[in-house]
């Protein structure tokens, strides 16, 4: 069984600070997907980031970096010199590779940046 | 080009009712799910296609039925409402991929659902 463990229910940070976003998996495939999306006030999903199992290079994007350690099992995601335009829910995602697979999400983090 | 497009956005259902919440794309996309959030669970998976004619029970299937007779629309119809169905719903599309990479989801606007 897949598992995704966010354990920041909620942050708050001062605008300008940097953020990291905690997330665990468990799965039993050796080939796997990690996902973030972003859920902001207006209530949609938006895509962020897709990372395979192989691929074990830290990637950025702008302010946005994403950490991926196989090794512990984890995938976070740092926001540099936040804004308040990042307030939002960011779920973690993992799912397996190869035709159609369910998507396990964690429970989200509800990110409040504070101008 | 609309994306995936659910309707309505808002409802709300006396105990007992029952309705259907719209599901649209026009990606062309194979893969279609139905979702329910809830405050501290996350997204959960209600059902899902794999294409038109097919499709199958997630993790919480109960109370709901979907059928997917084109790729565009996926229906999702709650036959008798119950206040546990109090939920966000997401209907979402996917595709697979030839180039062997998990595709993202593509997740329509949500449709808020109180049931009294």
């Known amino acids: 069984a897949q598992k995704v463990t966010q354990a920041q229910t909620e942050i708050s940070v001062v605008e300008k600070e940097d953020v990291t976003l905690d997330c665990v998996y468990e799965?039993?495939?050796?080939?796997?997907?990690l996902f973030w999306y972003k859920q902001p006030p207006s209530g949609e999903l938006v895509f962020l980031i897709r990372?395979?199992?192989?691929?074990?290079q830290n990637e950025i994007s702008g302010r946005y970096s994403w950490n991926f350690q196989k090794s512990t099992s984890s995938f976070n995601f740092t926001i540099t010199a936040s804004q308040v335009v990042d307030s939002a829910v960011y779920f973690c995602?993992?799912?397996?590779?190869?035709?159609?697979?369910?998507?396990?999400f964690g429970t989200g983090t509800k990110l409040q940046v504070i101008p | 080009n609309a994306g995936v497009t659910q309707t309505p956005k808002f409802q709300v259902l006396k105990t007992g009712q029952s309705m259907t919440l719209q599901c649209a794309q026009d990606?062309?996309?194979?893969?279609m799910s139905w979702y329910r959030q809830d405050p501290g669970m996350g997204l959960r998976l209600i059902h899902y296609s794999v294409g038109a004619g097919i499709t199958d029970q997630g993790e919480v299937p109960n109370g709901y039925n979907v059928s997917r007779s084109t790729t565009e629309d996926f229906p999702l119809r709650l036959l008798s409402a119950a206040p546990s169905q109090t939920s966000v719903y997401f209907c979402?599309?996917?595709?697979?991929?030839?180039?062997?990479?998990?595709?993202?989801?593509?997740f329509g606007q949500g449709t808020r659902l109180t049931v009294v």
């Open positions: 990372r395979n199992s192989f691929d074990e």
């Open positions: 799965t039993r495939d050796t080939t796997y997907y």
């Open positions: 995602a993992l799912s397996g590779s190869g035709g159609y697979q369910k998507v396990t």
């Open positions: 990606m062309n996309h194979e893969y």
């Open positions: 979402a599309s996917s595709y697979s991929s030839r180039r062997l990479v998990q595709a993202e989801a593509f």
